[in-house]
């Protein structure tokens, strides 16, 4: 019996992929939960496993082609009622798959890539062997030629020579708008568009914040577990969200249904290699510090590697940006549908402040800014529940009572 795999939703709005890498080829035998093929949704590279025991009878897609959600990605004959084929076609042995890239002449053509790669390199006359590969066995991938472009080298042309004999100049440079750009981009417009908007901007003082912070990374902190402060700044919302559970809710697309949810699925804005992700902690309820703190460890380093799972990507409540790990203190952030809030922390700076007594002493302040949907939240709540989170940062011990 012949089977076509059907390719599953793999995220929340993505509806093609291109084909990176088959694991197999025409002819294999392969077992369940066997991976078989690399795709790139444009925000994260995925590992697609099969879901049959059999052989692979039929590639619908050539790597770098763009293959269709809810469409056949490859045909499979089921173990079983081909099996006298299935032996006789493994006995033919074929090069493995990423083999055939290099078997080109000329520097270039060696490289291990994808032919969507080299197109790519065509386009902004790259070349490829002078490109740092961070694939498998040193593959070079789509955001390697994005990162090569994006530092502003000296770009060595594919003749090099005659260019620098003609002594041409600079000229402008045009690219497709496409990938974590361009869903970005399509996102953050119906975002704007469809909700209404307003932010909410407070200081919060987190000098007590930060000494709790150390006192947990001498204690707990090893070179698996990182303790920063975001764990802190996670765990603190989630407290929080339980006496103002609508700062956790989302609405339907017709804005006819509020659902309040559960689950606090906390996201956080990643700057990762394949762009801007927003991966986020599920249950943070039901976590304590030292659980939120490993997953943000992971998750921080699967969004900056691009291969993320799209599950990780999915589900997200209410969002956390930390734009003071770059710079800046105040922003008005866009919010992450279908949630109805967001938060920007700022950068931590020594400001002087008067204490109760009247002194004026140095403190660490984080300014935060809080975009709202206002059909959903008005101002004095979200000032309150802004007040009791500031109140959990700036009194560290307070969460604990709380989590009693």
């Known amino acids: 019996m012949q089977k076509d795999f059907i390719l599953p939703d793999i995220g929340e709005g993505i509806v093609e992929c291109e084909v990176i890498e088959w694991k197999i080829k025409e002819g294999d035998c392969i077992k369940e939960d066997q991976i078989i093929v690399d795709v790139s949704t444009d925000k994260a590279i995925v590992e697609i496993p099969s879901m049959y025991n059999g052989r692979i009878t039929k590639l619908h897609y050539a790597e770098g082609d763009i293959a269709k959600v809810h469409q056949p990605l490859f045909a499979i004959e089921l173990e079983g009622e081909a ?10 042995a074929q090069p493995p798959a990423a083999q055939q890239f290099a078997q080109s002449t000329g520097d270039s053509h060696k490289v291990l890539t994808t032919p969507a790669v080299r197109k790519m390199a065509r386009e902004h006359h790259l070349d490829l062997a002078v490109i740092e590969g961070t694939g498998k066995q040193g593959r070079v991938l789509k955001e390697d030629v994005l990162d090569f472009l994006a530092a502003d080298k000296p770009v060595p042309p594919e003749s090099s020579v005659a260019t620098a004999a003609m002594g041409a100049e600079p000229v402008d440079r045009t690219e497709t708008i496409k990938g974590v750009r361009k869903i970005m981009a399509e996102r953050m417009s119906e975002a704007v568009s469809t909700i209404p908007h307003f932010t909410y901007v407070d200081e919060a003082d987190v000098t007590q914040l930060i000494d709790f912070r ?57 700057d990762g290699k394949a762009g801007l992700l927003v991966p986020n902690i599920k249950n943070v309820q039901q976590l304590g510090i030292l659980a939120i703190a490993r997953e943000v460890m992971r998750l921080t380093a699967a969004a900056r590697s691009g291969k993320i799972d799209p599950s990780d990507l999915s589900g997200g409540t209410i969002t956390i940006s930390n734009i003071g790990a770059i710079g800046g203190t105040a922003a008005t952030p866009i919010i992450n549908k279908p949630g109805v809030a967001i938060v920007a922390l700022g950068k931590i700076q020594t400001l002087p402040r008067y204490n109760d007594q009247g ?45 009693a």
Do not use: C
């Open 83 to 92: 099996a006298e084929e299935t032996a006789a076609v493994e006995e033919v």
């Open 214 to 270: 150390q006192n947990l990374k001498d204690s707990y902190g090893t070179d698996e577990l990182k303790i920063t402060l975001m764990p802190l700044f996670i765990k603190a919302l989630s407290l929080a969200i339980k006496e103002f559970p609508i700062l956790n809710s989302r609405t339907n697309d017709n804005f006819s249904q509020l659902t309040y949810v559960r689950s606090h699925n906390i996201g956080m804005a990643v």
């Open 359 to 403: 002194e004026l002493v140095a403190r660490k302040i984080m300014t935060v800014s809080w975009s709202g949907d206002h059909r959903v939240i008005d101002g004095g709540t979200i000032a309150r529940f802004n007040n009791l989170w500031t109140r959990y940062l700036e009194e560290p011990s307070t969460m604990f009572v709380a989590m």
